[in-house]
């Protein structure tokens, strides 16, 4: 069982960055490829970055590419999204997830292990 704990979320004025936080405990980390996903009021949770178990293979959804940034800290059983130039549309609750898997994955299905979630406010 692994526990995913994020934190970093907050309100932010258009054009601000956030760097969220995902700390993992209970497993073996670097087993796990990593994600980010988002929730809107309303709409479903869609995929907003993914990272393999070593960092080597990152990918984005279009809608953040150039904005965000995903890495990871396999000592500290972290990984992180570094958001910067946030838009309103960005405003959702943030989720980390794990998946036992080697590659990327872009399928909130396909995640074993997620967070509780940490709320990221983008004001106009």
């Known amino acids: 069982q692994v526990l995913l704990v994020e934190s970093g979320g907050g309100l932010v004025q258009a054009g601000g960055s956030l760097r969220l936080s995902c700390a993992a405990s209970?497993?073996?980390?670097?087993?796990?490829?990593m994600g980010w996903f988002r929730q809107a009021p309303g709409k479903e949770r869609q995929f907003v970055a993914t990272i393999t178990w070593s960092g080597a293979l990152t990918d984005y959804a279009d809608s953040v590419k150039g904005r965000f940034t995903i890495s990871r800290d396999n000592a500290k059983n972290t990984v992180y999204l570094q958001m910067n130039s946030l838009k309103p549309e960005d405003t959702a609750v943030y989720y980390c997830a794990a998946h036992a898997g080697a590659g990327v994955s872009y399928d909130r299905h396909e995640y074993d292990y997620w967070g509780q979630g940490t709320q990221v406010t983008v004001s106009s």
């Open positions: 209970g497993g073996t980390f670097r087993s796990y490829a």
